[in-house]
């Protein structure tokens, strides 16, 4: 069972491919990444769409169980090779046969097919570069992540996925149900790539690594929000609620964004589990301000981040970043936020 995501290299990973060099930023004005084509992915995930706490991963068998969620999609800012390469991401499998569009569509694959996953972490990463570039991101502000990073599938043998703070890549497992199944488990990745854009090699301490879970955490619901739409089906304040029916007990949560950890008697000294003080606060911002304002004071916010930060200072940077943003009563709304959980 899975205890928790790890990050960084204490697996030995081929990491064969080149590093990935400047921006994708320019990409679709000429760089090639303007193509599209279809796919099949779930929309997050099974047990979010349909509400169902029962469903069991029965090694990796599709059944008539899962046929209401899956959700015939379009795949963008392909590079019209026909491979899962864009201008964000460009996928890797270490496993089965490679995902081939043919005439603008990838087949209608399920989840006991190899390219399903493929699919899955294509359509999520680049639906949450959407999501950044909706709120400004790229336009009115700076752009975030606005980088082509490897995602790969792997075998990985333990039910665990990772980010590579040192080479803009994601791997993700197959133990239990696998990882690419759930698109919430797929955004929590790209939330380290995100932080890592914004301050490479952010999350060197207890308390910043916290900061990186927990926004990973957060980043994961409020895409998936987005691009499905509320209310959910299950509690939306929880994550990861099909990768994590392998190993909790319904209703399954991998962790959640509204729990009441404080600051600094909950602290365990492990960064998934001290990353729920740091996402309830993200999440009470979000709630307080809404969607956009929340999110983009939360994102722009951590461009001041030191890449070993403490709770405090990076929760006074995300007040400062609300005062400029929003202006006094949203400053206020921060704080408070912070406050509650003993941050400030
Ligand atoms: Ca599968
Ligand atoms: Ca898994
Ligand atoms: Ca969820
Ligand atoms: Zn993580």
Redesign the pocket.
């Known amino acids: 069972m899975?205890l928790s995501k790890i990050r960084g290299a204490t697996v030995a990973v081929a990491v064969a491919v080149a590093a990935v060099t400047g921006t994708a930023g320019g990409a679709q004005a000429g760089g090639g990444f303007g193509h599209s084509a279809t796919g099949t992915v779930f929309h997050p995930n099974p047990v979010q769409q349909l509400g169902l706490q029962n469903l069991a991963d029965d090694k990796d068998a599709d059944s008539a169980a899962f046929a209401a969620a899956y959700r015939r999609v379009v795949l963008t800012d392909l590079d019209g090779s026909g491979t899962l390469t864009g201008a964000y991401v460009a996928v890797k499998s270490k496993t089965g046969q490679r995902a081939l569009a043919v005439n603008g569509a990838y087949a209608d694959w399920h989840r006991d097919k190899d390219q399903f996953e493929q699919v899955m972490g294509y359509y999520w990463v680049t639906t949450a570069q959407h999501y950044l570039q909706h709120l400004g991101f790229g336009s009115t502000l700076r752009p975030v992540n606005q980088r082509q990073i490897e995602l790969r599938i792997d075998q990985y043998g333990g039910?665990?996925?990772f980010f590579r703070e040192d080479k803009a890549n994601i791997t993700l497992?197959?133990?239990?149900?696998?990882?690419a199944e759930?698109a919430e488990?797929i955004i929590h990745e790209y939330g380290h790539s995100v932080q890592d854009g914004q301050v490479p090699g952010f999350g060197t301490t207890l308390e910043s690594g916290a900061i990186g879970e927990g926004f990973g955490d957060y980043l994961s619901v409020v895409v998936t929000d987005w691009a499905t739409g509320v209310p959910t089906a299950t509690a939306e304040a929880c994550v990861a609620d099909w990768?994590s029916a392998?190993y909790t007990a319904a209703p399954h949560c991998l962790r959640r964004l509204d729990g009441n950890k404080v600051y600094p008697a909950d602290v365990r000294g492990e960064v998934h589990a001290d990353g729920e003080i740091w996402s309830r606060a993200l999440w009470d911002v979000h709630n307080a301000l809404g969607d956009v304002k929340g999110s983009t004071v939360v994102i722009e916010a951590q461009f001041d981040f030191a890449v070993d930060t403490t709770f405090h200072d990076a929760a006074l940077k995300t007040v400062a970043t609300a005062q400029r943003l929003y202006g006094n009563a949203a400053a206020a709304q921060v704080r408070a936020a912070f406050t509650a959980r003993g941050i400030l």
């Open positions: 899975r039910d665990n996925s497992g197959k133990g239990g149900v696998d990882d759930d488990v990768d392998s």
